[in-house]
């Protein structure tokens, strides 16, 4: 029998910082106050002007190797989870296999918005098990979406900012990966988005933006979706593990909202012990957060330990969520 396990972590924040200050003077409003109480965010980074997407995610990948004790030529699959692409076209995957000098790994993205470095793990895990061939893998979450970031809009602009997580991926002949859950509600895909640059809307609509496409809040999402859904895809992926959510000993959450983590955690009835959050130091980084919070969780000794249960589960635009469970 073959199993996936994750081997390494790894992370990549940019240098420039921006506090809340920096915000409430640039939009001559207080925001501190509202970012504090409401999410948690007390400052962001956000990439320099000549860095991109794929700079975050292999700064992000050759700390996880190195940590691994691995070079990039050992490398079988390199997957990168982002929205916020180098390009519509080629995979940010292959910039990242080149910069890395990964020339004997396969590579693909996965788009599933701020949900898919947790449904990309879980995809890794099944090209594992799965064929022999493949032994070592690199996932990355990365995030660029300063980029795309209208600095006008208070709803969007003070929320985000850039970052990569990566865990290495390896074999082993005990289980790692112990089961996985995916669900969508498509309704809400005209909801929150980057709606310019695809076939339904080829070009930049002209914004406040510079005629860049942005990130925008176009309708507003149910305030209790995260309430309502985060708990039953928890409970059922554990099941689907042969455990309870007694049993896991560390759960990591989408860090948009640090309220939220304290509320599905009382609703799952779990201590926040069990938990990590970053938000506040590093905003919002979509399909990064989850990673980066394991990796800064990991750095501060608060992390899993050998044996232990952790859980991801992450929500994005569209809405797109994934949710799956490990031992360590």
């Known amino acids: 029998m073959r199993y996936a396990k994750i081997l390494s972590t790894g992370r990549y924040v940019p240098e420039k910082m921006l506090d809340n200050a920096y915000f409430s003077d640039l939009l001559g409003r ?26 975050l995610a292999t700064a992000a990948g ?7 004790g691995l070079t990039a030529d050992q490398l079988d699959l390199i997957i990168v989870s982002t929205d916020t692409p180098d390009y519509i076209s080629p995979a940010t ?12 790994a396969g590579v693909f993205d996965v788009n599933s918005a701020c949900a898919g470095w947790v449904s990309a793990v879980d995809t890794a895990a099944h ?27 208070h709803k969007t602009c003070t929320l985000f900012a850039d970052g990569a997580g990566a865990v290495v991926m390896g074999s082993a002949d005990q289980p790692g990966f112990l089961a996985g859950k995916r669900r969508a509600f498509g309704e809400h895909y005209d909801a929150l988005g980057i709606y310019a ?13 510079h005629g860049i496409p942005r990130v925008q809040f176009v309708k507003r999402f149910p305030p209790t979706f995260n309430a309502e859904n985060w708990p039953p895809l928890i409970y059922d992926t554990v099941a689907k593990a042969g455990l309870t959510v007694d049993d ?9 909202n640090l309220n939220t983590i304290k509320e599905i955690m009382g609703i799952i009835g779990q201590p926040l012990s069990k938990t990590h959050w970053v938000m506040d130091k590093w905003g919002y980084t979509g399909s990064a957060c989850v990673p980066m919070a394991l990796d800064d969780a990991i750095e ?29």
């Open 30 to 55: 207080d925001v501190d106050s509202w970012l504090v109480a409401n999410v948690g965010i007390r400052q962001r980074h956000i990439m320099a002007a000549d860095e991109v997407t794929s700079d």
């Open 62 to 68: 050759r700390q996880a190797l190195q940590r691994a």
């Open 93 to 104: 995957a292959v910039v990242v296999q080149h910069k890395l000098g990964a020339h004997k």
């Open 127 to 153: 090209h594992i098990t799965g064929d022999p061939d493949i032994n070592h893998v690199l996932v990355i979450g990365a995030y660029g979406m300063s980029r795309f970031v209208d600095y006008t809009d």
């Open 197 to 209: 640059g695809g076939t339904a809307e080829p070009k930049a609509a002209e914004t406040a933006n």
């Open 248 to 256: 896991i000993d560390f759960y990591v959450m989408t860090q948009l």
């Open 300 to 328: 501060q000794g608060r992390g899993p330990r050998q044996g232990d249960h952790v859980l991801f589960i992450a929500s994005g635009g569209g809405i797109a969520m994934a949710c799956n469970v490990w031992r360590w």
